[in-house]
T-cell receptor, first 115, second 112 residues
Framework: DAGVIQSPRHEVTEMGQEVTLRCKPISGHNSLFWYRQTMMRGLELLIYFNNNVPIDDSGMPEDRFSAKMPNASFSTLKIQPSEPRDSAVYFCASSSRESSNQPQHFGDGTRLSIL | SQQGEEDPQALSIQEGENATMNCSYK?????LQWYRQNSGRGLVHLILIRSNEREKHSGRLRVTLDTSKKSSSLLITASRAADTASYFC????????????FGGGTRVLVKP
C-alpha cells in the first residue's frame, strides 16, 4: 500500500514567493496533520484535520500560512509570502481514526529553503 | 516547552549493545508513543503504550511507562547499525482527540 505522499520533496525559492506543499494521505485515513521540523524548534504541529475539517490550527505561525483539505485524499499547505525563517522540513502525516491511540503515518517531507 | 523531553540528546554505542533512552512529560496522558526517524525520512511509528500499561514489548524494543513519575523509557536490545536514527516520544496531553506533542528526540549512533 502506498504511504503518505508529499510533493515536492525539495523546494528552493526566493523570499516573497508563494510556496505550496502538497500531501496525499493514506487511503481511508480520516485524520491529517501538518508538521514543521527545524533544528532549533524540533517537530511542531502546525494544523490538523479530522474528516477534512480543520480542528486545531493554533500551531500555524502567522497569517502567511494557510492549509486546506478540499477532499479526503488531498491537502495543501501554502506560505504566502515566504520568508527565510520558513526554511524547514515540512511533514504531512495521517492516521486512521480520530483518537490518540492510533499511530500517525508520516510522509518523507518537503525540504523547503527560502533564499 | 515541549510536552515530551528525551534524555539523552545523543547516544553512541557499539553494535550488539543495548540502547536506553528516556522521555519525561509534564501533564497527564492517555497514551505515549515512540517513533523513529532515519536521516532524510519521515517518522515511523514503533510502539504505543497506554496510560494503564506499565511495560510493552515489540521485537527488540521494550517500553516502560511510569505515570507517577511522568516518564517513559525505550530500550533497544542487541542494537544493530540499522538502528542508527533519532527516536522521539509523543504524548497526547490527556486531551480528547488525536493531537500529539513530540519531544526533541534522542540521536542514536550504533557503530559497527
Amino acid at each position: 500500500d502506498a504511504g503518505v505522499i508529499q510533493s515536492p520533496r525539495h523546494e528552493v525559492t526566493e523570499m516573497g514567493q508563494e510556496v505550496t506543499l502538497r500531501c496525499k494521505p493514506i487511503s481511508g485515513h480520516n485524520s491529517l496533520f501538518w508538521y514543521r521540523q527545524t533544528m532549533m524548534r524540533g517537530l511542531e504541529l502546525l494544523i490538523y484535520f479530522n474528516n477534512n475539517v480543520p480542528i486545531d490550527d493554533s500551531g500555524m505561525p502567522e497569517d502567511r500560512f494557510s492549509a486546506k483539505m478540499p477532499n479526503a485524499s488531498f491537502s495543501t499547505l501554502k506560505i504566502q509570502p515566504s520568508e527565510p525563517r520558513d526554511s524547514a522540513v515540512y511533514f504531512c502525516a495521517s492516521s486512521s481514526r480520530e483518537s490518540s491511540n492510533q499511530p500517525q503515518h508520516f510522509g518523507d517531507g518537503t525540504r523547503l529553503s527560502i533564499l | 516547552s515541549q510536552q515530551g523531553e528525551e534524555d539523552p540528546q545523543a547516544l553512541s554505542i557499539q553494535e550488539g549493545e543495548n540502547a536506553t533512552m528516556n522521555c519525561s512529560y509534564k501533564t497527564s496522558i492517555n497514551n505515549l508513543q515512540w517513533y523513529r526517524q532515519n536521516s532524510g525520512r519521515g517518522l515511523v511509528h514503533l510502539i504505543l503504550i497506554r496510560s494503564n500499561e506499565r511495560e510493552k514489548h515489540s521485537g527488540r524494543l521494550r517500553v516502560t511507562l511510569d505515570t507517577s513519575k511522568k516518564s517513559s523509557s525505550l530500550l533497544i536490545t542487541a542494537s544493530r547499525a540499522a538502528d542508527t536514527a533519532s527516536y522521539f516520544c509523543a504524548t497526547d496531553k490527556g486531551a480528547a482527540g488525536n493531537k500529539l506533542t513530540f519531544g526533541g528526540g534522542t540521536r542514536v549512533l550504533v557503530k559497527p
